[in-house]
């Protein structure tokens, strides 16, 4: 089996694990206090279902890194159980729309049961992985992402779909797990668990290296999050802009 489909299979039977058990403890933080430590607005927190926040699995907060006007469309990669989609939606309004993409197909219906259980009109749900996105180019204005692109070994293949299905001036916000440059590690072998958050993270500069490398300006990392799911891992936000 190849490297791409046996993380993919992991990243699936994890998941569904995590659809099914919130509350089970997977050995990094999430729920609701997890959302509150990023910062996630109390507003948001009342206005959407309190089941929801049970499945918060953010790393950090991509709403922090600029703004989700309204009427915009918003794709979320890895959308999970659709925190950053129905938070997104709360943003952009009924004029805006919002779509969530994940491969997990029991996280996909648990977010679209989310966005319905919210009253939410404008939100889409598809499940599809993020490597080969199955929408139009320059189809969207802001791609967002939480804590899920570590988890393909196909980054440039992610970068450059999410280039292709934003328009010209779109934005680029996501958090994600990325390896601390201070701690030194074996690297990581196909047998290595994917699905944790730590075997697919690379150094914040080699990172930076693949956004660049799929044609975004502008690509910096923002900062670094609390967030750890191994000692030689750390959050961090970023952001870049596909120029006109
Ligand atoms: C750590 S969870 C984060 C979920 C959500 N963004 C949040 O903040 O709660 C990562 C999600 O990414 C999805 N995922 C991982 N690899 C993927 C891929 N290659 N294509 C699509 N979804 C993927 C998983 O199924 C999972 O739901």
Known sequence: MNTTSSASQQ???LYTDLALHPHKDFGWDKGIENARS????????????IELWDYCAAVG?????????????VLDLGCGAGVDVC?????????GKVIGVDITPLMVQTARRHANDAGLNNVEVVEA???????D???????????????????????SEAFRVLRAGGKLYFADMIKRSDVKTSVCSSQDSWADCVAGTLEEACLLAQIIGARFSEAQCVGHTHYTTSASTIGATFRAVKKR
Request: proline residues 7%; without cysteine.
């Open 137 to 159: 180019d320059e189809s969207v204005d802001i791609i967002i992402s939480n804590g899920a692109i570590n988890l393909t070994p196909s980054k440039e293949k992610v970068f």
């Open 87 to 95: 938070v997104a939606a709360l943003l952009v309004g009924e004029s």
């Open 61 to 73: 907060n991509p709403f922090t890194l600029g703004e989700f006007p309204a009427g915009s469309t």
């Open 11 to 13: 990243v699936i039977a």
């Open 38 to 49: 990023h910062g996630y607005k109390e507003e948001w927190i009342k206005q959407l279902p």
């Open 129 to 135: 992985g993020l490597e080969a996105l199955p929408f």
